[in-house]
């Protein structure tokens, strides 16, 4: 697994907790506790984005800062010797 992969895998895994999470909250919206564990993950994930769109570029879309074409930039996995 490259550096890139393990960055996104562990940021993937703090955002799924978050989302999991919030959707409990639809059901129990005065859960203090889970409320505390989703904006823990939430503080988590937010370094490893900033951190992964610093090296990598955008995660998502809304990230692109206005420039439609910014993420086609960025060199493909197989253009830079990345495993896929």
């Not at 005065?30 to 503080?43: A, K, P, V």
Request: with cysteine.
């Amino acid at each position: 697994m490259t550096k890139r992969e393990a960055l996104l895998k562990k940021l993937s895994t703090y955002q799924f907790a978050a989302h999991d999470l919030q959707l409990f909250l639809d059901t129990h919206p005065g859960d203090e506790t889970t409320i505390e564990q989703m904006s823990r993950y939430l503080r988590l994930a937010e370094p490893l984005a900033e951190q992964y769109e610093e090296q990598y570029g955008s995660l998502t879309k809304r990230d692109d800062d206005g420039n439609n074409w910014n993420w086609i930039k960025a060199p493909w996995p197989w253009e830079n010797g990345e495993d896929c």
